[in-house]
């Protein structure tokens, strides 16, 4: 497998504005699987946070209250990019992410966002791996680790944690890939 870092990314949102209230990544290599870094921080969106999303997140008022900008978040997710010297589209998992996150920095220039226009969806990745292999698709983060006799690593809608297990997936993903190509 190709010696490539990729960035992962996952946001937390506020609802029923949208409005990110945490951003979490972690660099791993494809190589060797390993993360890097791991990186989070909470937003200050100057909003009451809803409770269902307080309980589902486990992200405090205070939390958010003394979080820094989306702005600074930005800049520090483009150094760490840029330290590890990333693949320019990040992982997720779905596809709202990276198109949240540019929409609410208000950068309308592809060029000048970090990850350009396209990330690697990694649900879309496993759910076609389920397909190729005549298996029912479940799509959500944590089924999907269970589906691949993986255990979920962190606190379920913790940006952080969700960033790291999308990593994990798609190098699980492209390990059973290289399994079935190596048969062939």
């Given at each position: 497998?190709?010696?490539?870092?990729?960035?992962?990314?996952?946001?937390?949102?506020?609802?029923?504005?949208g409005?990110?209230?945490?951003i979490?990544?972690?660099?791993?290599n494809?190589?060797?699987?390993?993360?890097?870094e791991?990186?989070?921080?909470?937003?200050?969106?100057?909003?009451?946070?809803?409770?269902?999303?307080?309980?589902?997140?486990?992200?405090?008022?205070?939390n958010?209250?003394?979080?820094?900008?989306?702005?600074?978040?930005?800049?520090?997710?483009?150094?760490?990019?840029?330290?590890?010297?990333?693949?320019?589209?990040?992982?997720?998992?779905?596809?709202?992410?990276?198109?949240?996150?540019?929409?609410?920095?208000h950068?309308?220039?592809?060029?000048?966002?970090?990850?350009?226009?396209?990330?690697?969806?990694?649900?879309?990745?496993?759910?076609s791996?389920?397909?190729?292999?005549?298996?029912?698709?479940?799509?959500?983060?944590?089924?999907?680790?269970?589906?691949?006799?993986?255990?979920?690593?962190?606190?379920?809608?913790d940006?952080?944690?969700?960033?790291?297990?999308?990593?994990?997936?798609?190098?699980?993903?492209?390990?059973?890939?290289?399994?079935?190509?190596?048969?062939?």
């Amino acid at each position: 497998m190709k010696d490539i870092n990729l960035l992962s990314l996952d946001l937390e949102l506020n609802q029923p504005s949208g409005s990110i209230i945490q951003i979490g990544a972690v660099v791993g290599n494809l190589a060797s699987g390993k993360i890097l870094e791991e990186y989070s921080a909470y937003i200050n969106c100057g909003e009451i946070l809803d409770p269902f999303i307080i309980n589902l997140t486990g992200i405090k008022q205070e939390n958010v209250d003394n979080g820094i900008s989306l702005f600074t978040a930005y800049e520090q997710l483009k150094e760490l990019h840029k330290k590890y010297e990333c693949f320019r589209n990040p992982t997720c998992w779905g596809s709202g992410d990276t198109t949240c996150l540019k929409k609410q920095l208000h950068i309308t220039d592809d060029e000048l966002f970090l990850f350009g226009r396209r990330w690697i969806d990694v649900k879309t990745v496993f759910i076609s791996y389920r397909w190729a292999n005549n298996l029912s698709h479940q799509a959500g983060l944590a089924k999907a680790l269970t589906r691949l006799s993986m255990q979920f690593d962190g606190r379920k809608h913790d940006a952080k944690a969700d960033s790291k297990n999308t990593f994990r997936i798609f190098c699980e993903l492209l390990r059973r890939f290289n399994n079935e190509s190596t048969k062939s």
